[in-house]
C-alpha cells in the first residue's frame, strides 16, 4: 500500500480533491495491480491523504514509477508540503465501497520492530473484533512499516455521528494496545472520506 499525505492552503484544497478525484483515480485505476483507492480531506486544515492499494510489492513500485510526475501535477498550486509512504498491509479490511458523508480515523503508531507480529496479533484478535461491534464500522486497516517501526491504523465509519460516538470506544483499545502490543500513539487525525474503495483479491 502507498500513502500521501499533503498540506497546503485551505482555499486551495478544493482542486487538488477534484483533480485527484478525477484524472487521478481514472489514471491509477488502469494500472497493472490495482486494488483500490481513498480519498480523504480536511477542508478546514487544508489536509489531503490518498491510499492505494496493491496485488503485490511489484505492482506497487511500478506505479510509483508512472504516477510520480502526475501527482505534482494534480497536487499543484495548494499542496506545500507531501510525504508518499509505502506500507505492508499487516491486517486489512478496508471497505468496499463508501462515499461522501463517511469519515475517517487515521492513528499513527510507533514500536520496537521487534513487536511487529505483536502488534498484528492484536489489531487482529482484539481490536478488529471489538470495532466491527461499533455502530457504523465500515472497515479498518493496519498498515506497518517493520523496519522502521512505524504503523498507521485506518477506520471508516459511516457518518461523522458514528466517528464521534466511536471516540470513547477506540480510546479503551488504544490504551490496550500501549499496554499489551507495546506501542506508542504519536498522532490522531479524522478527514472527510471522498471516496475509498478495494476490490478484494479473487
Do not use: C, H
Not at 487521478?24 to 488502469?30: D, F, K, T, Y
Not at 506497518?144 to 466511536?166: H, I, N, P, Q, Y
Amino acid at each position: 500500500m502507498r500513502t500521501l499525505y499533503a498540506t497546503g492552503d485551505p482555499a486551495k484544497l478544493g482542486a487538488a480533491v477534484d483533480a485527484t478525484a478525477a484524472e487521478g483515480r481514472a489514471l491509477v485505476s488502469e494500472l497493472p495491480g490495482f486494488r483500490g483507492m481513498g480519498l480523504f480531506v480536511d477542508r478546514e486544515l487544508g489536509k489531503l491523504l490518498t491510499a492505494t492499494w496493491w496485488d503485490d510489492e511489484k505492482s506497487r513500485q511500478d506505479s510509483d514509477e508512472q504516477l510520480r510526475e502526475r501527482r505534482a501535477v494534480e497536487l499543484a498550486p495548494f499542496a506545500q508540503t507531501a510525504a508518499v509512504d509505502n506500507w505492508e498491509a499487516a491486517v486489512a479490511r478496508p471497505p468496499r465501497s463508501v462515499g461522501p458523508g463517511a469519515w475517517f480515523r487515521l492513528a499513527r503508531l510507533e514500536f520496537d520492530p521487534a513487536d511487529t507480529d505483536r502488534l498484528a496479533s492484536f489489531f487482529r484478535d482484539v481490536a478488529l473484533p471489538r470495532l466491527d461491534a461499533l455502530p457504523g464500522f465500515e472497515g479498518g486497516s493496519l498498515l506497518v512499516d517493520r523496519a522502521r517501526g512505524r504503523a498507521s491504523v485506518g477506520v471508516v465509519w459511516s457518518d461523522r455521528d458514528a466517528l464521534a460516538a466511536s471516540r470513547a470506544g477506540v480510546a479503551a483499545i488504544r490504551g490496550e494496545a500501549t499496554a499489551q502490543a507495546r506501542v506508542i500513539t504519536r498522532s490522531i487525525e479524522e478527514f472527510e472520506v471522498v471516496f475509498a474503495g478495494v476490490t478484494p483479491p479473487s
